[in-house]
C-alpha cells in the first residue's frame, strides 16, 4: 500500500470527517463560562507556569515570584521556595506528595505540625557537581520514580538515589503517558525513549531534532498523537510517525502551540503562546478557541490543567483562568457575534435563529479552523420580537412589521408591528400576532398571505397568544390580567371575550403571559406559573409550585418539552418542574445552578435535550445530554484557626495531624476561616456551622466562609462546618476541638485552694460555733448561776437574819437566864449548880456555833477577806487567856473582791478552827501564825506554830488529821502538814481559785 494512502487512512480512522460536523454535539457550542484571577487577587506575579490539584481538590501554582500558590476556591497562599527562584514545574506523586522544580532547585511540599505547608530540598540527595542544572522544564512521577529534566541533565531518582544523564546538545522537553516509557525529546538527536538506563530513538523519532515537541497525548485505537510546532499533529503507532493533515495544523503553528493535554471525555485542550487555548473534539475539530474574544484576561498561555471536576486551569503570562470545559452550559454574546438583547429563539431547517434588538442572527456550526458563532441577516435591521418557523419558510417580526424569510430572501408580509407570531391549532394557515393594542390575523391562501386584520374588542397589549384544547384563544397582557376569546367554534372578527384579573385567582393584574403546553395553556405570573381549571373558574398554582418573590417588572416566560417539563425563569435562576402526571410536576433544578443567574426572555427546549435561554446577556446553551455526576467526594476544611486573628492556632492543610490545643480563660476569642474546594459557579458554595458546647444546632446557610466566636466561658467546644455546592450537594462537616481553661478562680488547684479554704473555714467555723455555743452556754449557765446565787444569797440573807434575829437572840436569853440561875445558886458545887454551868456553857458553845452558821450562809461574807477576819476573830478569841501569842499577816484589802463559794469558806473555816484548836491543845508553844497568799489565783493559807511538834507517822496523834484532809479534799484543795518534834508544826492549805 503506498504511503500517502496508509497515511489518508490513518488520518481517516482517527479524525471523523468534517462533513459530520453538523452532527456533533459540539458543533454549536458557545463560549464556556470563564473566571478569571488576576494578579492583584493571589498577590504574586503575573506569569503562572505549571498547576495541579490534590487529593483533597487544593490547587496549586508554579510561580514566577519564587513560589508555589495554593488556591482553597477561597484563599490564595504562597509557599516560597528557599533560593526564591521560578516555580517552572510541579508534580503529584502517588502518595500525595507534591513535587516542586525550580531554578536550581528541586523538592516537595510537606505539613509541619501547625498546618503549614513548608518546602523541602532534595539538593542534599544529589552530587554537588550537577546542582548547578537551572531549569526544571518539567517532572513526572511513575510510581516510585521521579523524573525531571533540565537543558542539561535528565534526573531519575529511585529509594532517594539519583540517576544522571547529560545532554549531548540540550534536552527540550519530556513526557510520561500510563503505560508507557518516558518520552525525552533531544535537540540534534530527536525523540527518544528511556529504556533501562539508556536513551533510544523511538522509530522515525530523529524526524524531530529540529523541530520541538510541546505535547504527546493518548489518541484513540492506542496510538499517540504528537504535537510540534512547526509540523503540527502527527500520529505514532509505535512504529510509524504519520502526519495528520487538518486546517487547525495552520492555527496551532500560527500561534505557537506549548503544552496539550487529552481531557477526560477524549477531547483536547492545546495551549499556545499567542492565541489563547484551543478546544478540539475526538474527531480534530474546533470546539473553541478561548482567547480575549472569549473573555480570556491573556493569550499567552503556559500551562493547562483540568482539575477534579472537569475545568480547566490555565496558567497564564499574566494571570490565571479556569475555563468550564467541558460543561453543560456554554455562551453566545457580542464575542462571538450574537448583538443586542435576544427576545426569542427558534430552529428553521436545522438552523438556530435569534431575534435580538438589532435584528435576526443565525448560528453557523463550528468548523475545523472557526468556532460556532452568529452570523446577521444583513437584509433585515431594527427590534426584532418574534420568529415562527414554517415548513417553507421563517416569519419575522419587528418593528417594521412581519416579514418572510425564505431562501434566503425577505418579504415583507404587512407594516403591523407585532409581539408575537402564533400559529394557529385549528387552521395551519392562520397567524394571529399580538400587537400593542389588540390582536390581528394573517391568513395564507393559495400561496399569499393575506392581512385579515385587527380582531376587534381588544385594545390591550398582547405581548402572548396560545390556544387551549377547545379551540379558544388566550392573550397575556402586561397591564390588565388574561383576555379569552371564544370563537364559537370558527374564527371570527367579533369572537365572544371573556378579561380574567385577581378575582378570578390572578396574583396580580399586571405581567400575565400565556404559553402554550401539551394541548393546554399556562399562564405565567408574578408568582410563578399557573393553570386554569375548568371546573371553578379560576386561576390556581400548579400543584407543586415554587415560593417566589415578586418583583417589579417580572416576566415568568415559560416553555414545556416535548417529555411535559415546564423550564421556566425564577428571577434570574432559570428553573424546572420536572413532569411527573397530569397537572402534577416536581421541583428539579439540581443542576441549573450551573447556568449563570441572568434575565431570562425566552426559553426554547429541543427534542435532543439541548435548552436554549435568550436574554440581554445573549444565549445561554444548556445541553442535558453532557450533565455528568462527578465522584469526586465534596469535602470541606477549616483553613485556619487563630486567636483575636493574630495568633494562628492551625494552619488548615489537611493532612496536619491536629493536637487538640488548650486555651488560656483569657484568650478565648476565636476567629475560623473555612473553604470547601469546589470551583464552578462562582458564589454558589455556601456554609454552615455550629460550635457544639455552645450552640449544637446548625447556622443558615452562608456565602462568608469565616466566623468569630467571642467571650466563650470554660469547657471543650468543637466546631464543625459543612459546605453545599451549586449541585446541592452537602458536605461531610470538617471538625476542630479544642478546649479553655476556667480562670484562675474557678481552676482545679483554685478550686483546690478554695476546697481547702471552705473546709478550713468549716473547720474555723464549727470550731467558732462550739465555741460561741459553749459560751453562750456558759454565759447563759452563769446567768443563770448569779440568777440562782442571787436567789440563794437572798435566801441566805434572809436565813441569817432570821436566825440571827431569833436563834441567836434565844441562845443568848437562854445562856442569860442559866447564868442569873447560877448565880441565885449559893453552892456551886452541888448538882443544880453544875448543871446549870452545863447548861451556861452549852448555850455559850451553841451560840458560837451559830454564828459561825449565820456567818457561812450570809452572801455578804462571801470573800476572802470576810474569811481571813473570821478566822483572826476565832484566833483572837482562842487564844486570849492563852500562853500562845496569835498573829497574823497578808491581810490585804484587795482580798474584798476575791469571792469564795459557801462551802469553801466553811471547810477552810473548819480546817483552820480544828488546826489552831489542836495548837492551842497540844502545842505548847509561844506563838501561832496565819498567813494569806495570792498569786496569780492561787491562794495559800499558812498556819505555823513553834509548839512541840509531833511525828506524822504516828497514827494515834491528837490532831484530827483525817478531818481536815478530807474536808481539803472535799473542797478540791490540797493541804499538807509538816511537823519536827521540838520545831513545830505548819500547816498549808492550797488551790487554784480559777478552776
Not at 467546644?717 to 476541638?737: C, H, K, L, M, W
Request: glycine residues 8%; charged residues 20%.
Amino acid at each position: 500500500m503506498p504511503i500517502r494512502i496508509f497515511s489518508f487512512f490513518l488520518i481517516i480512522t482517527f479524525w471523523i470527517n468534517t462533513v459530520s460536523a453538523d452532527q456533533s454535539p459540539s458543533a454549536e457550542c458557545g463560549i464556556p463560562l470563564i473566571k478569571n484571577y488576576i494578579p492583584d487577587q493571589y498577590n504574586a506575579h503575573g506569569q503562572n507556569w505549571a498547576a495541579l490539584q490534590d487529593s483533597n481538590g487544593f490547587l496549586y501554582f508554579g510561580n514566577t515570584d519564587g513560589c508555589v500558590l495554593q488556591f482553597d476556591g477561597v484563599r490564595w497562599r504562597q509557599i516560597p521556595v528557599p533560593n526564591g527562584s521560578i516555580v517552572r514545574s510541579l508534580a503529584l506523586g502517588s502518595d500525595g506528595t507534591i513535587f516542586v522544580g525550580a531554578q536550581n532547585e528541586i523538592g516537595f511540599l510537606k505539613t509541619n505540625p501547625s498546618g503549614y505547608l513548608q518546602y523541602v530540598s532534595l539538593l542534599p540527595e544529589l552530587d554537588e557537581n550537577v546542582c548547578n542544572f537551572g531549569n526544571v522544564w518539567q517532572l513526572h512521577v511513575a510510581h516510585d520514580t521521579l523524573f525531571f529534566n533540565t537543558r542539561q541533565y535528565l534526573f531519575r531518582r529511585v529509594n532517594n538515589k539519583f540517576r544522571v544523564w547529560k545532554a549531548k546538545s540540550t534536552f527540550h522537553t519530556t513526557f510520561k503517558l500510563p503505560g508507557y516509557k518516558l518520552f525525552v525529546q533531544e535537540k540534534q538527536t530527536g525523540l527518544m525513549q528511556l529504556s533501562g538506563d539508556s536513551l533510544q530513538l523511538i522509530p522515525g523519532g530523529q524526524q524531530f531534532k529540529n523541530d520541538k515537541v510541546y505535547a504527546i497525548l493518548p489518541a484513540p485505537d492506542g496510538k499517540i498523537l504528537i504535537v510540534t510546532r512547526t509540523s503540527g499533529l502527527l500520529l505514532f503507532d509505535g512504529k510509524k510517525i504519520t502526519p495528520i493533515h487538518s486546517p487547525v495544523n495552520k492555527w496551532l503553528i500560527e500561534n505557537q502551540v506549548y503544552y496539550g493535554i487529552r481531557l477526560r471525555n477524549g477531547s483536547y485542550a492545546l495551549a499556545t503562546l499567542r492565541g489563547g487555548l484551543v478546544l478540539l473534539d475526538a474527531s480534530g475539530r474546533i470546539i473553541n478557541i478561548i482567547n480575549k474574544n472569549s473573555g480570556l484576561q491573556d493569550e499567552n498561555v503556559w500551562h493547562v490543567f483540568q482539575d477534579h471536576h472537569n475545568g480547566l486551569w490555565l496558567s497564564l503570562n499574566k494571570g490565571i483562568s479556569r475555563v468550564n470545559f467541558p460543561s453543560p452550559v456554554s455562551v453566545f454574546d457580542e464575542w462571538n457575534g450574537l448583538q443586542g438583547n435576544v427576545q426569542h429563539i427558534v430552529r428553521h431547517n436545522g438552523t438556530l435563529f435569534a431575534a435580538t434588538g438589532l435584528g435576526v442572527y443565525r448560528l453557523q456550526h463550528a468548523t475545523t479552523s472557526t468556532s460556532a458563532h452568529f452570523t446577521a441577516l444583513p437584509e433585515l435591521k431594527g427590534q426584532t420580537w418574534a420568529l415562527l418557523s414554517l415548513p417553507d419558510e421563517l416569519l419575522i417580526s419587528n418593528n417594521y412589521g412581519v416579514f418572510s424569510f425564505q431562501n434566503g430572501r425577505l418579504h415583507k408580509l404587512t407594516a403591523k408591528s407585532s409581539w408575537m407570531l402564533y400559529r394557529s391549532k385549528r387552521n395551519s394557515n392562520r397567524i394571529f400576532l399580538g400587537l400593542d393594542e389588540g390582536v390581528a390575523s394573517l391568513y395564507r391562501k393559495q400561496g399569499e398571505w393575506i392581512d385579515e386584520g385587527r380582531i376587534s374588542g381588544i385594545s390591550e397589549e398582547a405581548r402572548t397568544l396560545s390556544e387551549d384544547s377547545t379551540g379558544n384563544l388566550w392573550i397575556g397582557t402586561v397591564t390588565n390580567g388574561i383576555l379569552k376569546l371564544d370563537f364559537n367554534g370558527g374564527f371570527s372578527q367579533q369572537p365572544k371575550i371573556t378579561l380574567f384579573n385577581k378575582k378570578d385567582g390572578l396574583p396580580a393584574e399586571t405581567y400575565n403571559l400565556v404559553f402554550p403546553a401539551q394541548n393546554d395553556v399556562l399562564f405565567g405570573t408574578m408568582h410563578g406559573p399557573y393553570q386554569f381549571d375548568l371546573l371553578s373558574k379560576r386561576f390556581l398554582p400548579l400543584q407543586n409550585p415554587l415560593t417566589i418573590t415578586p418583583e417589579k417588572k417580572f416576566y415568568t416566560v415559560m416553555a414545556v418539552d416535548r417529555k411535559g417539563n415546564i423550564w421556566f425563569n425564577k428571577g434570574k435562576q432559570p428553573s424546572l418542574l420536572r413532569y411527573v402526571s397530569e397537572k402534577s410536576w416536581q421541583k428539579d433544578d439540581k443542576w441549573l445552578w450551573q447556568i449563570p443567574p441572568v434575565p431570562v426572555y425566552t426559553i426554547f427546549p429541543e427534542d435532543s435535550g439541548v435548552i436554549w435561554f435568550g436574554g440581554p446577556e445573549g444565549v445561554i446553551r444548556f445541553d442535558t445530554r453532557q450533565i455528568v455526576t462527578s465522584d469526586i467526594p465534596f469535602r470541606s476544611f477549616i483553613r485556619q484557626v487563630s486567636i483575636d486573628r493574630d495568633s494562628v492556632l492551625f494552619a488548615g492543610q489537611a493532612s496536619a495531624i491536629i493536637v487538640e490545643p488548650t486555651l488560656p480563660y483569657n484568650q478565648k476569642e476565636l476567629h475560623f476561616v473555612f473553604a470547601a474546594p469546589f470551583y464552578g459557579q462562582p458564589g454558589l458554595v455556601s456554609f454552615q456551622y455550629r460550635l457544639k458546647g455552645f450552640i449544637d444546632t446548625w447556622s443558615g446557610w452562608s456565602t462568608e466562609p469565616w466566623k468569630d466566636y467571642t467571650n466563650l466561658s470554660e469547657g471543650r467546644y468543637e466546631f464543625q462546618v459543612r459546605a453545599r455546592n451549586d449541585f446541592g450537594t452537602i458536605s461531610t462537616p470538617a471538625i476542630f476541638t479544642f478546649h479553655i481553661l476556667p480562670p484562675w478562680y474557678r481552676s482545679i488547684w483554685a478550686f483546690a485552694l478554695s476546697l481547702v479554704a471552705i473546709v478550713a473555714f468549716m473547720y474555723g467555723g464549727s470550731r467558732w460555733l462550739i465555741a460561741e455555743t459553749h459560751r453562750k452556754a456558759i454565759a447563759e449557765r452563769k446567768k443563770i448561776e448569779r440568777i440562782r446565787k442571787h436567789a440563794e444569797e437572798d435566801v441566805r440573807r434572809k436565813v441569817a437574819a432570821d436566825f440571827h434575829d431569833e436563834l441567836g437572840t434565844r441562845i443568848t436569853r437562854i445562856s442569860l437566864f442559866s447564868e442569873i440561875l447560877k448565880n441565885r445558886v449559893i453552892d456551886e458545887q452541888t448538882e443544880d449548880a453544875l448543871l446549870l454551868q452545863k447548861i451556861n456553857d452549852n448555850a455559850h458553845h451553841l451560840y458560837d456555833e451559830t454564828r459561825d452558821f449565820i456567818w457561812q450562809i450570809d452572801p455578804q461574807k462571801d470573800t476572802l477577806l470576810d474569811l481571813i477576819t473570821r478566822l483572826k476573830t476565832f484566833g483572837d478569841e482562842l487564844f486570849e487567856n492563852s500562853a500562845m501569842r496569835f498573829e497574823i499577816s497578808s491581810l490585804h484589802k484587795s482580798f474584798s473582791h476575791i469571792r469564795l463559794s459557801m462551802d469553801l469558806r466553811q471547810h477552810l473555816l473548819r480546817i483552820f478552827q480544828e488546826a489552831m484548836h489542836n495548837a492551842l491543845k497540844y502545842a505548847n508553844g509561844q506563838k501561832i501564825h496565819l498567813s494569806i497568799s495570792l498569786e496569780n489565783n492561787r491562794l495559800q493559807i499558812y498556819l505555823q506554830d513553834d509548839g512541840r511538834g509531833f511525828d506524822l507517822s504516828s497514827q494515834n496523834s491528837g490532831y484530827g488529821l483525817k478531818n481536815m484532809r478530807e474536808r481539803a479534799k472535799n473542797i478540791g484543795g490540797e493541804l499538807t502538814i509538816e511537823s519536827e518534834q521540838g520545831v513545830g508544826t505548819t500547816v498549808c492549805f492550797s488551790e487554784n481559785l480559777s478552776e
